[in-house]
């Protein structure tokens, strides 16, 4: 009876431990070669290491309820390429991007503070236009030699006003980490064409 007890317990922990690997998590790590980050979901979101693999990121945010696909509104967090080193250099290379990009297009700052680890953060908001529909707001962190960035995006406006906080908590919650790469080569560089909504 004792021995069939103990396989009864090992088999409920390894179907526990595997159905928790394929479940989206309250929590990540975003791996760069000039710096790394912990970020925690928002209440409500869940975080998902793997579902925006496929278009290369890292760290998917949504909803509890939804997916990846499906989401409105969604976040992404990223580093920036190993080019940029500077938070303000960064997001005035993608706001004059954007502004070719979409006409009429004029972004705001709505929101400055320090994330759990002291970290400086600044908040964009970069409202919709005729060429682009999407309402987005970005949060770029400053790294010790990165740039960490949140990308806040919704379809419909009322969603993007419910859940507008969620990318504030989640930047605020942003610990950096030390990153020690002896030996690996740096990451391909790209501009902010390619990293930005």
């Not at 396989?7 to 159905?19: A, D, E, N, Q, Y």
């Not at 967090?77 to 303000?88: F, G, R, V, W």
């Not at 954007?98 to 972004?107: I, L, N, T, V």
């Amino acid at each position: 009876m004792k021995t069939n007890l103990s396989v009864l317990v090992i088999l409920v922990l390894l179907r526990t431990g595997m159905m928790s690997v394929a479940q989206p998590s309250a929590g990540g790590i975003v791996y760069g070669p000039k710096g790394a980050f912990n970020i925690a979901a928002p209440k409500g979101w869940s975080l998902d290491p793997t579902a925006g693999s496929e278009q290369g990121l890292p760290c998917v945010l949504y909803p509890k309820g939804s997916s990846w696909d499906k989401a409105d509104p969604l976040m992404y967090a990223k580093i920036a390429s190993t080019i940029y080193e500077d938070a303000e250099a960064f997001a005035k290379l993608a706001i004059e991007d954007m502004k070719e990009k979409r006409p009429g297009f004029e972004p705001k700052r709505i929101a400055s503070g320090k994330t759990a680890g002291d970290l400086p953060y600044f908040i964009n908001e970069y409202p919709a236009t005729k060429t682009y529909p999407r309402s987005e707001r970005v949060a770029y962190v400053q790294l010790a030699k990165a740039v960490a960035f949140i990308v806040y995006s919704a379809d419909k406006k009322a969603a993007f006003r419910k859940h507008k906080d969620a990318l504030e908590e989640a930047a605020k919650s942003l610990r950096s980490m030390n990153v020690d790469y002896p030996g690996k080569p740096a990451a391909p560089e790209s501009s902010p064409k390619s990293e930005q909504p």
